[in-house]
T-cell receptor, first 116, second 115 residues
Framework: QQQVKQSPQSLIVQKGGISIINCAYENTAFDYFPWYQQFPGKGPALLIAIRPDVSEKKEGRFTISFNKSAKQFSLHIMDSQPGDSATYFCAAGPSYGGTSYGKLTFGQGTILTVHP | KAGVTQTPRYLIKTRGQQVTLSCSPISGHRSVSWYQQTPGQGLQFLFEYFSETQRNKGNFPGRFSGRQFSNSRSEMNVSTLELGDSALYLC??????????????FGPGTRLTVL
Protein backbone atom coordinates (compact mmCIF):
# COMPACT_ATOMS: atom_id res chain seq x y z
CA GLN A 1 0.00 0.00 0.00
CA GLN A 2 2.98 2.26 0.34
CA GLN A 3 4.08 2.00 -3.29
CA VAL A 4 4.18 4.68 -5.90
CA LYS A 5 4.46 3.31 -9.43
CA GLN A 6 6.06 5.51 -12.08
CA SER A 7 6.22 5.13 -15.85
CA PRO A 8 7.91 5.15 -18.25
CA GLN A 9 11.40 4.23 -16.99
CA SER A 10 12.97 6.25 -19.78
CA LEU A 11 11.71 8.79 -22.27
CA ILE A 12 13.25 10.37 -25.34
CA VAL A 13 11.72 13.56 -26.68
CA GLN A 14 12.69 16.02 -29.37
CA LYS A 15 13.35 19.63 -28.47
CA GLY A 16 10.07 21.51 -28.35
CA GLY A 17 8.02 18.39 -27.71
CA ILE A 18 5.87 17.44 -24.72
CA SER A 19 7.23 15.06 -22.09
CA ILE A 20 4.67 13.14 -20.04
CA ILE A 21 5.47 11.05 -16.97
CA ASN A 22 2.80 9.15 -15.07
CA CYS A 23 2.50 7.95 -11.49
CA ALA A 24 -0.05 5.89 -9.59
CA TYR A 25 -0.44 5.31 -5.88
CA GLU A 26 -2.49 3.04 -3.64
CA ASN A 27 -2.42 4.58 -0.18
CA THR A 28 -5.33 6.99 0.23
CA ALA A 29 -3.56 8.55 3.23
CA PHE A 30 -1.18 10.29 0.86
CA ASP A 31 -1.97 13.98 0.74
CA TYR A 32 0.96 15.64 -0.96
CA PHE A 33 2.42 14.86 -4.37
CA PRO A 34 5.72 16.54 -5.30
CA TRP A 35 7.86 16.02 -8.35
CA TYR A 36 11.62 16.17 -8.05
CA GLN A 37 14.27 16.66 -10.73
CA GLN A 38 17.71 15.17 -10.29
CA PHE A 39 20.83 15.85 -12.34
CA PRO A 40 23.86 13.53 -12.17
CA GLY A 41 25.94 14.16 -9.07
CA LYS A 42 23.23 16.29 -7.45
CA GLY A 43 20.48 15.73 -4.94
CA PRO A 44 16.82 15.84 -6.03
CA ALA A 45 15.39 19.35 -6.38
CA LEU A 46 11.71 20.14 -5.97
CA LEU A 47 10.10 21.01 -9.29
CA ILE A 48 6.41 21.36 -8.53
CA ALA A 49 3.93 19.89 -6.05
CA ILE A 50 0.19 19.42 -5.75
CA ARG A 51 -2.38 18.55 -3.12
CA PRO A 52 -5.52 16.49 -3.87
CA ASP A 53 -7.89 19.45 -3.51
CA VAL A 54 -6.92 20.67 -7.00
CA SER A 55 -6.88 18.75 -10.28
CA GLU A 56 -4.16 20.71 -12.02
CA LYS A 57 -1.26 22.99 -11.16
CA LYS A 58 0.91 24.84 -13.64
CA GLU A 59 4.27 26.53 -13.10
CA GLY A 60 5.90 27.79 -16.26
CA ARG A 61 6.41 24.87 -18.64
CA PHE A 62 5.62 22.30 -15.94
CA THR A 63 2.09 21.07 -15.19
CA ILE A 64 0.83 18.44 -12.75
CA SER A 65 -2.48 16.79 -13.52
CA PHE A 66 -4.13 14.95 -10.62
CA ASN A 67 -6.94 12.40 -10.73
CA LYS A 68 -7.98 11.60 -7.17
CA SER A 69 -10.57 8.94 -8.05
CA ALA A 70 -8.07 7.04 -10.19
CA LYS A 71 -5.22 7.68 -7.72
CA GLN A 72 -3.02 8.87 -10.56
CA PHE A 73 -1.03 11.98 -11.25
CA SER A 74 1.23 13.05 -14.07
CA LEU A 75 3.87 15.60 -14.98
CA HIS A 76 3.73 17.38 -18.33
CA ILE A 77 6.76 19.31 -19.55
CA MET A 78 5.81 21.59 -22.42
CA ASP A 79 8.32 22.81 -24.99
CA SER A 80 10.93 20.37 -23.67
CA GLN A 81 14.53 21.61 -23.81
CA PRO A 82 17.87 19.76 -23.78
CA GLY A 83 18.51 21.32 -20.36
CA ASP A 84 15.48 19.38 -19.06
CA SER A 85 17.40 16.12 -19.57
CA ALA A 86 17.50 14.64 -16.08
CA THR A 87 15.88 11.99 -13.92
CA TYR A 88 12.41 12.84 -12.66
CA PHE A 89 10.86 11.34 -9.54
CA CYS A 90 7.27 11.52 -8.43
CA ALA A 91 6.65 11.17 -4.72
CA ALA A 92 3.82 11.01 -2.24
CA GLY A 93 3.77 12.35 1.27
CA PRO A 94 1.55 12.08 4.33
CA SER A 95 -1.21 14.44 5.39
CA TYR A 96 -0.57 17.16 7.91
CA GLY A 97 -0.90 16.03 11.50
CA GLY A 98 -0.31 12.36 10.79
CA THR A 99 2.46 10.25 12.23
CA SER A 100 4.44 9.51 9.08
CA TYR A 101 6.77 12.39 9.75
CA GLY A 102 9.32 13.41 7.17
CA LYS A 103 8.66 10.47 4.87
CA LEU A 104 8.23 10.75 1.14
CA THR A 105 7.52 7.61 -0.87
CA PHE A 106 9.19 7.87 -4.26
CA GLY A 107 8.49 6.38 -7.65
CA GLN A 108 11.33 4.56 -9.41
CA GLY A 109 12.27 7.52 -11.58
CA THR A 110 12.13 8.40 -15.27
CA ILE A 111 15.26 9.23 -17.23
CA LEU A 112 14.32 11.99 -19.66
CA THR A 113 16.49 12.74 -22.66
CA VAL A 114 15.63 15.72 -24.82
CA HIS A 115 17.37 15.72 -28.20
CA PRO A 116 18.29 19.09 -29.72
CA LYS B 1 20.18 31.13 2.30
CA ALA B 2 22.62 28.23 2.27
CA GLY B 3 21.23 24.88 1.21
CA VAL B 4 21.52 21.49 2.84
CA THR B 5 25.14 20.41 3.14
CA GLN B 6 26.43 16.89 3.50
CA THR B 7 29.90 15.67 4.36
CA PRO B 8 31.85 13.90 3.17
CA ARG B 9 30.75 13.80 -0.46
CA TYR B 10 32.51 10.51 -1.16
CA LEU B 11 33.55 7.61 1.03
CA ILE B 12 35.19 4.28 0.36
CA LYS B 13 35.03 1.65 3.09
CA THR B 14 35.54 -2.08 3.36
CA ARG B 15 33.09 -4.69 4.55
CA GLY B 16 32.72 -4.86 8.32
CA GLN B 17 33.75 -1.27 8.93
CA GLN B 18 31.44 1.42 10.18
CA VAL B 19 30.79 4.87 8.77
CA THR B 20 29.33 8.17 9.95
CA LEU B 21 27.76 10.67 7.57
CA SER B 22 26.90 14.25 8.46
CA CYS B 23 24.12 16.61 7.39
CA SER B 24 23.62 20.29 8.11
CA PRO B 25 20.05 21.43 7.36
CA ILE B 26 18.92 24.77 6.02
CA SER B 27 18.99 27.39 8.76
CA GLY B 28 15.71 27.34 10.67
CA HIS B 29 14.75 23.84 9.54
CA ARG B 30 14.21 21.49 12.43
CA SER B 31 13.34 18.25 10.62
CA VAL B 32 15.96 16.10 8.95
CA SER B 33 15.13 12.99 6.91
CA TRP B 34 17.60 10.49 5.51
CA TYR B 35 17.17 8.45 2.34
CA GLN B 36 19.18 5.74 0.61
CA GLN B 37 19.32 5.89 -3.20
CA THR B 38 20.36 2.87 -5.27
CA PRO B 39 19.78 1.99 -8.93
CA GLY B 40 17.78 -1.09 -7.96
CA GLN B 41 15.65 0.15 -5.09
CA GLY B 42 15.44 3.85 -5.90
CA LEU B 43 14.97 6.34 -3.08
CA GLN B 44 14.06 4.72 0.21
CA PHE B 45 13.30 6.46 3.50
CA LEU B 46 15.64 5.62 6.37
CA PHE B 47 14.48 7.81 9.27
CA GLU B 48 13.46 11.30 10.35
CA TYR B 49 14.63 13.40 13.28
CA PHE B 50 13.05 16.43 14.89
CA SER B 51 14.19 18.17 18.08
CA GLU B 52 16.82 15.48 18.67
CA THR B 53 14.17 12.72 18.57
CA GLN B 54 13.63 10.04 15.97
CA ARG B 55 9.97 10.33 15.02
CA ASN B 56 9.80 7.96 12.09
CA LYS B 57 11.77 5.02 10.78
CA GLY B 58 11.83 3.08 7.52
CA ASN B 59 12.38 -0.62 6.95
CA PHE B 60 16.12 -0.85 7.41
CA PRO B 61 18.09 -3.10 9.77
CA GLY B 62 19.35 -1.84 13.10
CA ARG B 63 22.83 -1.37 11.63
CA PHE B 64 21.48 1.93 10.35
CA SER B 65 21.13 4.53 13.06
CA GLY B 66 21.15 8.27 13.42
CA ARG B 67 20.99 11.16 15.77
CA GLN B 68 20.27 14.85 15.77
CA PHE B 69 21.96 17.58 17.75
CA SER B 70 20.46 20.63 19.40
CA ASN B 71 21.44 22.79 16.41
CA SER B 72 19.44 20.41 14.13
CA ARG B 73 22.54 18.98 12.49
CA SER B 74 22.21 15.26 12.02
CA GLU B 75 24.45 12.26 11.60
CA MET B 76 23.72 8.78 10.41
CA ASN B 77 25.82 5.75 11.20
CA VAL B 78 26.07 2.43 9.45
CA SER B 79 27.82 -0.33 11.36
CA THR B 80 29.22 -3.59 10.03
CA LEU B 81 29.10 -2.45 6.43
CA GLU B 82 27.93 -4.85 3.73
CA LEU B 83 28.50 -4.64 -0.01
CA GLY B 84 24.81 -3.87 -0.47
CA ASP B 85 25.16 -0.70 1.57
CA SER B 86 26.91 0.97 -1.37
CA ALA B 87 24.59 3.81 -2.27
CA LEU B 88 24.03 7.54 -2.39
CA TYR B 89 22.84 8.67 1.02
CA LEU B 90 20.68 11.77 0.87
CA CYS B 91 19.67 14.09 3.62
CA UNK B 92 16.62 16.34 3.34
CA UNK B 93 15.55 19.13 5.64
CA UNK B 94 12.21 20.82 6.18
CA UNK B 95 10.71 23.22 8.66
CA UNK B 96 8.65 20.80 10.72
CA UNK B 97 8.61 17.52 8.75
CA UNK B 98 4.87 17.44 9.04
CA UNK B 99 3.08 16.42 5.92
CA UNK B 100 1.85 18.37 2.98
CA UNK B 101 2.67 21.83 4.28
CA UNK B 102 6.36 21.16 4.47
CA UNK B 103 8.70 20.99 1.47
CA UNK B 104 11.75 18.78 1.76
CA UNK B 105 15.01 20.19 0.41
CA PHE B 106 17.71 17.71 -0.42
CA GLY B 107 21.46 17.92 -0.06
CA PRO B 108 23.91 16.68 -2.72
CA GLY B 109 24.35 13.33 -0.98
CA THR B 110 27.26 11.23 0.22
CA ARG B 111 28.37 8.52 -2.20
CA LEU B 112 29.36 5.47 -0.12
CA THR B 113 31.23 2.63 -1.78
CA VAL B 114 31.78 -0.57 0.19
CA LEU B 115 34.55 -2.86 -1.09
Amino acid sequence: QQQVKQSPQSLIVQKGGISIINCAYENTAFDYFPWYQQFPGKGPALLIAIRPDVSEKKEGRFTISFNKSAKQFSLHIMDSQPGDSATYFCAAGPSYGGTSYGKLTFGQGTILTVHP
Amino acid sequence: KAGVTQTPRYLIKTRGQQVTLSCSPISGHRSVSWYQQTPGQGLQFLFEYFSETQRNKGNFPGRFSGRQFSNSRSEMNVSTLELGDSALYLCASSLEGDGSTDTQYFGPGTRLTVL
